[in-house]
């Protein structure tokens, strides 16, 4: 089963991908997600592993994954390793107006051999699957543009601080 | 199992209902069954305890089957969400890895949707890879219906099986009050009731294993359980012949009265909440040689208050 969600966000790719790489703000952007890890020595970037788990239904689903993509600013995409059969994508790409990213969040998941009833769980899961990546995404727009907003107002203080400095001297 | 088969065999008298009679004066003797009715009886009921005690397999862990495990838990995440609208909280008490003993409370007549429920949650979280075994009952183990019990880790209940578990490193679950909790009054739902049974105790000392306390509500909200039917067992010398010590009477889908329930039932959509309270080591809290009786008091405290806590939370039967 696949599922996807997209939001525009009012920053530029970078400023995207510097949250979605860091695997320590997963649990405060990810809506449903109760646990990502890093397993072995990388934290981040191709190869880098990570044990996830995701509220769906009356369970916690995940296993560990592994990043198998990973072009900055544009695309990171991971497959299972364990547990059930998931591939996800982040994928950024700009917009026509400056300083706009659309991000889109794709996540196929299933398990193989499972037959019908396996059909049928994914489809019956997929509403709330559905509902955690719109929701992460919202979040995600939300931290990001509140950084951004910070960070534009902290330059303006700098250049304000440098303006006054040059006419006193 | 040649052991088991001996002892029911011995235990079975030439005149098996003759324990009764004596007490049934007042139905008259033309009520009484005939001796030679009564040997028929009980050549039948040992018949169908023989077959029962041969089909028991012989506790084998290699059973156990990840991938089947894998397959399937698709449907089982589909039964636990949908039916049962399951729901498992502390999960992250129980030790990432290593050998464990989790000791549950058990409802819901011979379909137990809390031991599902969990089940799943387990595998769920902790991965198939990690080794995960139950212990069951006999009479559950030789229904050819639930073969696949086996290919999830699931052995026959007893202390060498969960030795043997404990020794390879599993988590190991375990239900104490097993027939006797299972089939309690519907009334009697919000109630830990381990029929004073302590072996988990000393099991879990043995091996220097933590436990965990895991318990589970509204299993007893699947059907109206009326009564355990002790003595009717007792009075068939089903707990003899077949390790029963109970005849279950319940209101149940789709029979309406259900006595025995062999073949299950269809449970109620019951709500089922299931809590893992955090690990105990038992030398660390009790000193280096524990009291099984201070062990088995502090431990069935704990699971009373949890159930009363989770009870609380509770608005309506089956509901939840």
Redesign the interface.
């Known amino acids: 089963m696949r599922v996807a969600a997209s939001v525009d966000v009012s920053a530029p790719p970078g400023a995207v991908w510097e949250v979605i790489t860091d695997p320590a703000r997963y649990l405060h952007f990810m809506a449903g997600i109760t646990r990502w890890e890093v397993v072995g020595d990388e934290p981040t970037g191709l190869g880098a592993r990570y044990r996830m788990l995701m509220r769906v239904g009356s369970a916690e689903i995940g296993g560990l994954i592994e990043i198998v993509e990973w072009t900055p600013e544009r695309d990171m995409a991971w497959t299972s390793v364990t547990g059930i059969d998931q591939r996800g994508r982040w994928r950024l790409r700009g917009t026509s107006t400056p300083n706009r990213t659309r991000v889109e969040l794709r996540l196929s998941y299933g398990v193989a051999g499972s037959g019908l009833m396996g059909w049928a769980a994914e489809r019956v899961a997929a509403p709330t699957v559905g509902r955690h990546l719109r929701r992460s995404l919202h979040q995600l727009k939300r931290q990001v543009e509140h950084e951004q907003l910070r960070r534009q107002a902290a330059e303006r203080r700098s250049a304000r601080g440098g303006a006054a400095r040059a006419r006193a001297s | 199992m040649a052991a088991t088969t001996a002892s029911s065999r011995n235990g079975h008298s030439s005149n098996p209902v003759g324990t009764a009679r004596p007490r049934r004066t007042r139905s008259g003797a033309g009520s009484r069954p005939k001796p030679e009715e009564a040997s028929l009886a009980g050549r039948v009921l040992k018949g169908i305890a023989g077959r029962v005690v041969s089909r028991v397999p012989a506790a084998d862990l290699d059973e156990r089957d990840p991938?089947y495990i894998?397959?399937?838990?698709?449907?089982l995440?589909?039964l636990?969400?949908?039916w049962?609208?399951?729901?498992?909280r502390g999960?992250g008490n129980i030790p990432e890895e290593g050998a464990v003993l989790m000791v549950g409370n058990h409802s819901g007549g011979n379909i137990t949707p809390d031991t599902g429920?969990f089940t799943?949650?387990f595998t769920?979280?902790f991965?198939v890879?990690r080794r995960f075994h139950q212990l069951a009952h006999n009479l559950v183990l030789s229904m050819p219906q639930l073969g696949f019990l086996r290919k999830y880790g699931t052995v026959a209940a007893s202390p060498q099986n969960a030795e043997t578990a404990l020794q390879a490193g599993a988590a190991v679950l375990v239900y104490p009050g097993g027939d006797h909790e299972v089939h309690r009054p519907s009334w009697n739902r919000h109630r830990i009731d381990f029929d004073g049974r302590k072996g988990w105790v000393r099991l879990a000392l043995e091996h220097d294993v933590p436990i965990v306390p895991v318990v589970g509500i509204g299993g007893q909200e699947t059907a109206l359980f009326l009564s355990r039917g002790d003595h009717l067992a007792r009075w068939l010398r089903l707990d003899r012949l077949l390790r029963l010590k109970v005849l279950p009477i319940s209101l149940s889908l789709p029979w309406v009265l259900n006595v025995g329930d062999f073949l299950g039932h269809i449970p109620l959509p019951a709500k089922i909440t299931v809590e893992a309270l955090p690990a105990i080591d038992l030398r660390e809290e009790f000193g280096p040689d524990p009291d099984v009786d201070e062990v088995y008091d502090h431990i069935v405290r704990l699971m009373q208050e949890t159930l009363d806590a989770l009870a609380a939370e509770r608005r309506l039967p089956v509901l939840g």
């Open positions: 991938d894998r397959e399937s838990l698709p449907r995440w589909l636990c969400s949908v049962f609208r399951g729901e498992v999960l429920v799943l949650a769920a979280y991965g890879e």
